[in-house]
Nanobody, 124 residues
């Protein structure tokens, strides 16, 4: 049974930082790409960042590039999202996801497995 369990969300002031974690279990993810998505109230789920579990490129949404960093720790089977210079518009539920498809597509329906989400709230 595949499990992705996000943690690290919370309430932070604008300009602050948070680090989200997503330990993955239940299968071998070495050929997968891992992604972070977010969904604000009344909005569709949107792509934030992606990384290949085996290493190599990363990819970011324009809205977070330069502020967020996605990384993974193979020994801990965990993916991270370091979020700096947070803005009120970053407020959303953040989801970790895993996809077995090829690098190059970053839509929600491209991902096979999802975590339950963690709330990030940025106050102004």
């Amino acid at each position: 049974q595949v499990q992705l369990v996000e943690s690290g969300g919370g309430l932070v002031q604008a300009g602050g930082s948070l680090r989200l974690s997503c330990p993955a279990s239940g299968r071998t993810f070495s050929s997968y790409k891992m992604g972070w998505f977010r969904q604000a109230p009344g909005k569709e789920r949107e792509f934030v960042a992606a990384i290949r579990w085996s290493g190599g490129p990363t990819y970011y949404a324009d809205s977070v590039r330069g502020r967020f960093t996605i990384s993974r720790d193979n020994a801990k089977n965990t993916v991270y999202l370091q979020m700096n210079s947070l803005k009120p518009e970053d407020t959303a539920v953040y989801y970790c996801a895993a996809s077995s498809t090829a690098w190059g597509r970053f839509e929600p329906d491209d991902y096979d497995y999802w975590g339950q989400g963690t709330q990030v709230t940025v106050s102004s």
